[in-house]
């Protein structure tokens, strides 16, 4: 803290503070058995529920833009702390305006703390309960990663959401590693919502030593008093527990009583666990969550995950899934998934769907996809990417639709068949 900041300063930090909770809220009006229509209000704007959100890992969705993205109807889009952390670091981002000026994105956004990126890299960090010690993959130096440093990192990128670091583990662990994992993401929790805490009243660390090139304008570091006030921001803690219904119900019962929160995600499924059990997660967590509060799936992404996911009162999904199957040539159809660089499409006129706005489908057949595949060029996996976001996207809206209309439960029965039938 800057001992040169005065009381004006302190106050001011303070009512930003208090004024947290009026600039987010969720409401709900139509419900449909456990799926339900809702708003989820944020400072950057209102995301109406149930929705999809393209994650930008790098502050930017692999090869879209983001007036690409907002385009095929995202309202809300993913940064990872992790990635931003290492480059270009998240005082940068912070110096640079924030995540949203920096992604040129003015609608709501969410940072994931990294926890997954952790579980992924298994070989190179090392997790105690201080926090996670992990080797950076770009230049090997060693990193100290706790929960109040993905605090002060989240709070620097400036995300409207931000998560907790908790401790993912692979699915189909036993229950005793499980619940391990569970009740350290618990603990983990409460150092995140007290440093979280700390820094909505006293502020950010200064940035210091960033100059820019003579001519441009100014960072916003650079108007230091303005820049230490943390931005408002909701913190949302992850429900674990592997696909053990005991302690997903502990681990929701310690969430509820370790704070009011403005949003709680769900975390640890699609890791490897069978989908049955998945839905069974599903089935235990919704009816425990408070139904004001939005409800967030994380890294759940495919048309029939999400329709069950919707069915059974979630709310918020991201994955990466949509995006990187549309790079390498596998894209979303009514009818299943579709393989365009199949030798079949060679000669087929045919969208990929009749029924999808995105440019692949209305301003190009099978075949060309196909060619551009084939062939390497670039401009094939942008299409199939942009095409299984909106897809998605525009599954979503959908579902939106049949929840106001009162149709929702006999259509998505009626989608899921279709989709399943192959």
């Known amino acids: 803290m800057n001992d040169s900041l005065d ?4 106050s001011s930090s303070h009512d930003s503070f208090n004024d947290a909770p009026s600039r987010f809220a969720f409401r709900t009006s139509h419900a449909d058995g456990a799926a339900r229509l809702g708003w989820f209000t944020t400072p950057h704007g209102t995301v109406e529920t149930p929705a999809f959100m393209p994650v930008g890992t790098h502050a930017s969705v692999r090869g879209l833009a983001m ?3 907002a385009q095929a109807g995202a309202q809300m889009v993913l940064a990872n702390a992790y990635h931003l952390y290492q480059r270009p670091g998240d005082q940068m981002v912070r110096a640079l305006g924030g995540v949203h000026a920096f992604a040129r994105w003015s609608g709501p956004m969410l940072t994931d703390s990294g926890g997954y990126q952790v579980f992924s890299l298994s070989r190179y960090r090392t997790v105690t309960e201080a926090g996670v010690e992990f080797r950076s993959t770009l230049d090997g130096s060693r990193h100290q990663y706790t929960p109040e440093r993905v605090m002060q990192i989240e709070r620097n990128i400036g995300a409207d959401v931000i998560m907790q670091l908790d401790e993912l583990i692979e699915g189909g662990s036993d229950r005793a590693a499980s619940g391990r994992a569970m009740e350290r993401s618990l603990r983990w929790l409460e150092r995140c919502r007290v440093e979280f805490d700390r820094l909505s009243h006293e502020g950010r660390a ?14 916003d570091v650079h108007d ?12 949302f803690p992850i429900v674990q527990g592997g696909t053990y219904a005991d302690l997903r119900t502990a681990s929701i019962t310690g969430i509820l009583q370790t704070g009011d929160w403005h949003g709680i995600a769900v975390g640890g499924l699609s890791v490897g666990e069978a989908k049955s059990a998945m839905y069974d997660t599903f089935d235990t967590c919704a009816p425990l969550l408070p139904w004001d509060k939005p409800r967030y799936l994380m890294g759940v992404g495919f048309p029939d995950d999400l329709l069950e996911a919707v069915g059974r009162g979630m709310d918020l999904f991201d994955c990466v899934a949509p995006t990187r199957m549309g790079r390498h040539g596998t894209v ?4 299943g998934k579709v393989q365009v660089q199949k030798s079949s499409h060679r000669t087929d006129r045919r969208p990929l769907t ?8 209305t301003h190009y057949d099978r075949a060309y996809l196909r060619h551009l ?3 390497d060029e670039p401009l094939g996996p942008r299409l199939l990417a942009l095409h299984n976001l909106t897809f998605l996207l525009t599954l979503m809206a959908r579902a939106r639709r049949m929840l106001r209309e009162g149709r929702f439960t006999s259509w998505r ?3 899921l068949e279709r989709y399943r039938a192959r």
Do not use: Y
Request: glycine content about 4%.
């Open 354 to 361: 009749d029924e999808c706005p995105c440019p692949a489908c």
């Open 332 to 335: 979303f159809t009514p009818t």
């Open 224 to 235: 230091v008093e303005r820049d230490l006030v943390a931005p408002p921001q909701a913190l």
């Open 206 to 219: 200064p940035v210091h030593g960033l100059a820019v090139p003579e001519g441009a304008p100014p960072l």
């Open 7 to 10: 009381d004006s300063w302190k």
């Open 413 to 415: 029965s009626e989608w």
């Open 373 to 375: 595949m084939v062939t």
């Open 67 to 69: 007036h690409e993205i």
